[in-house]
């Protein structure tokens, strides 16, 4: 079940919206096929470990980091293709959360006669898919805000002065956050201050050639017609409240979309509702302290993921979060580190919101 976990992460940057799966078949303790989805619309992960395995399918025991599926989607079902290859045995990490018409690919295959066990590593494989897992459950993508900051947390110098806080080598690291998520999120200040391109330009990532969906919390719809963004390729969702004239976006990739206030600006819960129902599993967050703000105080944050440079920006200087409603001890929000490595001469650090208290 490891090495279908490594498998299935060869899919991170262009399997999504679908799932990451991964697939190992082994015969009387010889590996005999394997293999990971790569792309929506093409081949799963039992298919290509299957084709791999030929007859030697037959009597085998497939490790699969998913349940297999029982719809028939872009692709036909895993399950019946594993019943009709003849397998004995199929060991699943963890259960399918997406189900249709109350199917289930291992009641498919229990009712076939083949055994069926589930749980082998599952923490690992909901870790890796969890984006995935909140948006069948809860219709919400995973939500992580990226920063750069000095060791003394601050973003940037009181004039706005950012470049380069933090290295080479930790901005080139946040190519591979983009190509992993589904959009990336800013404010119109971000927009309008440092004029971000917001795209995965990294040559020694492979995508396939996708994009994330840059989306702009842009209350009044000050968005420029020159920005950077809207002549790259890809898609940018432009979110405003109310009814503005949006006839000139029409000639740009840009989408326009109003949706309801939340003190007065974009209600950003909404928004990725709404990302949600395209499909979007992971957002990255890459904004200034306004935005970043009012999304911690109103809880939609699961995971920071702070670049940390070896450096002192003193007094005169930007904050990472702007939480005018945070006050007091009390109203803290707990987190919990799951991982700090070096990046260059920066620090990464990542750490999980505890939302359960």
Known sequence: MARALRLAERGRYTAHPNPMVGCVLVNEDQVVGEGFHAKTGEAHAEVHALRAAGERARGATAYVTLEPCAHHGKTPPCSNALIEAGVSKVIVAMRDPFVTDGKRGLQILADAGISVDVGLMQSAATALNRGFVNRVTLQR?????????????????????????????????????????????????????????????????????????????????????????????????????GSPDARDFKKTNAEVVSFSAHDGRVDVDAVLQELAARGVNDVLVEAGPGLAGHCLERGLVDELVIYQAPSVLGSQTIRMFDTPAMTSLADRKSLTITDVRRIGSDTRITAAFNKSE
Request: aromatic residues 2%.
């Open 141 to 241: 993508p995973w939500v992580r805000v990226k920063l750069a900051a000095s060791i003394d947390g601050a973003i940037a110098m009181a004039s706005g002065e950012s470049q380069w806080i933090t290295g080479a080598a930790a901005r080139a690291d946040v190519q591979r956050l983009r190509a992993c998520s589904g959009a990336v999120m800013t404010g119109i200040g971000t927009v309008l201050a440092d004029d971000p391109s917001l795209n995965v330009r990294a040559a020694d990532i492979e995508t396939g050639g996708l994009q994330p969906l840059r989306v702009v919390i842009d209350s009044r719809l000050r968005m420029p017609l020159a920005a950077s963004m809207l002549a790259l390729p890809g898609r940018t969702l432009i979110c405003c409240t």
